[in-house]
């Protein structure tokens, strides 16, 4: 009897540990073969960070573009209603003043992914825009006292502040969102350049041709900038892992589906392997092309507008902004689309990103070269023309612009550093081009060059692209000790 009861005894511990054992292995499989973990608040503090990421580069881009219009009441007595606001029409060096802030802006893009991948984005995203914003109060000061040579040393200081921006942003980014709400939330983000410049080009223009004057515009976005600083030094944490009121569903539901929390070491970086990557290189070209058009047209927009369609500056700056009104409505229209062809698996994450970033680069070209043989006296047609060449472009947010954390969520700050840093030369060389090529800016012929140009630009870099993009996730993205830990 004794032994029966020790055999039954056996026989319930072998199947409980059996069972139990099966338990475990078939949970511990669905935790890790399952694709997204849904159990998370569809409003949380993932888009609290979202949010001041958001106003983050609003006003960012407001600073930017402030210029492009405030510089036409910087030059034009008649502007104001006030005859005491200073103005200096003997500036002949606007499209050179318009260069210089990104004089500075490519400087320190690397180093600040570097610097967002080792000590996190928050520190860094609040000192660039403080000073910034400072250096923003100060431009009227300088004007006065040293004239165009001032306000160049002004715009290349705000542009290397602002150069740890977006490798911060990024950075941010591939903390706290995760990949089926990247296209939307990474677009909300993105999207706030163009809201921005829509609101700073029509602020600029009502407030340069009031009593108050130029000046008035850049007092408001560097105070406006300022405060921003104390919004981020209380809502934003560099990842889920330090937040102190994150709920414990989202935290997992972000760190699960990134596959990395703040609490592992930080990565090596393959510096060798990033270089050498193709689909990196893809990302770049694309960058590069797309800031050409981009900064080409921001720049140039009021000066068209005002010499060859005779817009004065309210209604130039009305205008101007208009096509970044539709860029930015399209962008949410793209985005959510873009999600939605990735999470109902129509189409992979690299195929999605070509799709849209040729919707991004094509149709503008196309708009472009419709706009070069647009005559002076069709102004209609022209603006409709921007409107679609400035609009479609919305489709680069989904596109290369969020490629970088796709490639390679561990490195996305320093990735965004590489294509950032060295695409925005060309918003140095392509003003710097527009002087040179353009000596009569009330000649359309001369416009039609600059127009064919930048088409031709968006058209190559976007097939080097589709070629040569992917949305893959890099062998290089983890550290081979790390893969090995994972993998025993």
């Known amino acids: 009897m004794p032994d029966q009861k020790n055999n039954n005894e056996f026989v319930y511990r072998s199947l409980g540990g059996s069972f139990i ?60 209603s006030n005859p005491n606001v200073p103005t200096y029409p003997e500036w002949h060096d606007k499209s050179i003043v318009l260069s210089a802030f990104f004089w500075g802006y490519v400087i320190p893009q690397i180093f600040a992914g570097w610097l967002a991948g080792r000590y996190g ?5 609040m000192g660039a825009m403080g000073i910034c914003g400072t250096m923003c109060i100060l431009l ?39 990949p089926d709400e990247r296209s939307r939330l990474g677009t909300i983000v993105y999207a706030a350049g163009p809201f921005g410049t829509v609101i700073a080009m029509l602020l600029t223009g009502i ?35 330090v937040h102190p009121r994150i709920s414990e569903a989202e935290k997992f539901f972000i760190e699960y589906n990134l596959g990395h929390s703040e609490g592992k070491p930080s990565h090596k ?29 921001m720049t140039e927009i009021p000066n068209y507008m005002g010499h060859v369609m005779n817009f004065n500056i309210k209604s130039n700056s009305i205008l101007s902004a208009l096509p970044y009104f539709v860029l930015w409505i399209l962008s949410f229209i793209m985005s959510f689309t873009s999600d ?16 849209f970033n040729s ?23 022209a603006v409709a023309l921007l409107v679609v060449a400035v609009g479609f472009n919305s489709g680069i947010f989904c596109g290369f612009n969020v490629n970088h954390v796709d490639i390679s969520p561990n490195h996305a700050g320093i990735l ?24 009569n800016e009330d000649d359309p012929e001369q416009w039609k060059i600059i127009f064919f140009m930048t088409a031709g630009v968006y058209v190559a870099t976007d097939i080097f692209y589709v070629l040569f993009g992917t949305g893959e996730v890099q062998a290089w993205n983890e550290d081979p000790e790390e893969k090995s830990t994972k993998n025993p």
């Open 140 to 178: 009227p000061a300088m004007a006065a006292a040293f004239g165009s040579k001032g306000v160049m040393i002004n715009r290349a200081l705000q542009g290397l502040c602002q150069g740890f921006l977006f490798p911060n942003v990024h950075h941010a980014l591939s903390q706290w969102v995760p």
């Open 416 to 439: 965004m550093g590489i294509t950032n840093g060295i695409s925005n030369i060309f918003g140095i060389v392509a003003p710097l081009l527009v002087q040179f090529l353009v000596s």
């Open 340 to 355: 939605s062809l990735i999470t109902r698996r129509i189409l992979s994450i690299g195929n999605t990103r070509k799709v």
């Open 121 to 125: 984005s928050k520190w860094f995203l």
């Open 21 to 80: 054992g099966l338990y475990r292995r078939v949970s511990y499989a669905m935790v890790e073969k399952s694709p997204v973990v849904t159990s998370a608040p569809t409003i949380g503090v993932r888009h609290a960070q979202v949010l001041v990421l958001f106003l983050l580069i609003f006003l960012a881009y407001g600073i930017r573009v402030t210029l492009s219009v405030a510089i036409v009441a910087m030059t034009d007595p008649t502007a104001s």
């Open 269 to 297: 970086i393959p510096w060798k392997s990033i270089f050498t990557s193709l689909p990196l290189w893809a990302i770049l070209v694309s960058h590069c092309g797309q800031n050409w058009g981009f900064w080409t047209l």
């Open 207 to 241: 407030i340069s041709a009031s009593y108050a004057g130029w000046p008035l515009v850049f007092y408001v976005y560097g105070g406006t900038s300022v405060a921003w600083t104390i919004i981020c030094l209380v809502f934003t944490y560099n990842s889920p892992a």
């Open 359 to 381: 919707i991004g680069l094509i149709i503008p070209a196309i708009a472009l070269v419709f706009l070069g043989f647009t005559p002076s006296d069709d102004p209609k047609r």
